[in-house]
């Protein structure tokens, strides 16, 4: 089954810092390039962490704050952070990568599970390709409708199910698509429906598919 990779969508032209650059130079770096996050990588290229907007906020936090606190160790890592002078004091670490050719829906995933509003995209060595956001990801769901009915008719009818041209119909509005037709068992029918919501794109699917035998119940012995 056909599915957008991380490749397709993300940000080649990334925006980074090293581990020793400067708090005011990595806040130079987001404003003018309008950027909340920036990738720190080593001298090979390999992201090690990422500094964010809310990484530089620490400083202005405990601005005064002078003593270290006692009590918590959230609270004693933001306060080691807002003393930090450079990007590797600031940083999240290590950084959160995502494999170039892994699909939107894994890099979905993990951004949901990490919780983070960025993935940096590594190739096979590791080293940093792009910048893969939230944003870069819920964009799937603009593709166009026709896009989405000829990626069904591909790679769901022909490439998936192997079934004989016409056997099903698919059409698409505002990302729902509706399936239309007739197979021979039920299986296929729902065969048809769940690939179909692994499209890139699709938001819903209405499963219309007729069949004339249910295998999906057993026969009494």
Not at 32 to 38: A, N
Not at 149 to 164: C, I, N, P, S
């Amino acid at each position: 089954m056909w599915e957008p990779t991380v490749e397709s969508v993300m940000t080649r032209e990334v925006v980074t810092a090293r581990p020793g650059t400067a708090f005011k130079e990595l806040v130079a770096l987001m404003n003018e390039h309008r950027v909340s996050g920036l990738p720190v990588v080593d001298r090979a290229g390999r992201p090690v962490g990422v500094v964010s907007e809310a990484d530089t906020l620490v400083k202005q936090e405990h601005l005064t704050t002078a003593t270290k606190p006692l009590f918590g160790r959230r609270r004693r890592d933001r306060w080691r952070r807002a003393t930090g002078r450079d990007a590797k004091d600031l940083m999240t670490a290590p950084a959160i990568t995502v494999a170039a050719d892994a699909t939107v829906t894994a890099a979905a995933r993990l951004l949901a599970e990490r919780n983070v509003r960025r993935l940096c995209v590594v190739d096979g060595d590791g080293l940093l390709v792009g910048v893969v956001s939230r944003r870069d990801v819920i964009g799937t769901f603009l593709r166009d409708d026709d896009a989405i009915r000829a990626d069904v008719e591909e790679y769901v009818f022909k490439r998936g199910m192997w079934l004989f041209p016409g056997s099903l119909t698919v059409e698409v509005a505002a990302g729902v698509a509706t399936l239309d037709g007739q197979v021979e068992r039920r299986t296929t029918a729902q065969i048809a429906g769940q690939l179909t919501e692994a499209v890139a794109g699709v938001v819903g699917v209405h499963n219309n598919v007729r069949y004339e035998l249910d295998d999906t119940v057993t026969s009494p012995l």
